[in-house]
Nanobody, 123 residues
Framework: QVQLVVSGGGLVQAGGSLRLSCAASGRTFSSNVMAWFRQAPGNEREFVAAIIRSGGSTDYADSVKGRFTISRDNAKNTVYLQMNSLKPEDTAVYYC????????????????WGQGTQVTVSS
């Protein structure tokens, strides 16, 4: 089992920045891939970004590319999502997910999920 604890989030004005953190514990070898997803009211959950432990490769949704940065501290088993130039359409509940070898952008292929954190961007 892997436990994921999310911190960060909150209310910010458009153009502002926030950083989310997700700390993994337990069988952390199962968190080879760590990712962020989000879900806005009335919308399906969508992929935001992912990072692979081995090699540090990253993947981003087109909607956040160039504005968000995913990174990880393997020593701390923690992944971060730095969100800059935030837009009202980034408003959502953000979730951290982990898995050994998922299909990066498909949430159903991740077994481990953290609690969501609300990000609200005001215009």
């Amino acid at each position: 089992q892997v436990q994921l604890v999310v911190s960060g989030g909150g209310l910010v004005q458009a153009g502002g920045s926030l950083r989310l953190s997700c700390a993994a514990s337990g069988r952390t070898f199962s968190s080879n891939v760590m990712a962020w997803f989000r879900q806005a009211p009335g919308n399906e959950r969508e992929f935001v970004a992912a990072i692979i432990r081995s090699g540090g490769s990253t993947d981003y949704a087109d909607s956040v590319k160039g504005r968000f940065t995913i990174s990880r501290d393997n020593a701390k088993n923690t992944v971060y999502l730095q969100m800059n130039s935030l837009k009202p359409e980034d408003t959502a509940v953000y979730y951290c997910a982990a898995e050994i070898a998922p299909t990066l952008r498909v949430g159903a292929t991740y077994r481990y999920w953290g609690q969501g954190t609300q990000v609200t961007v005001s215009s």
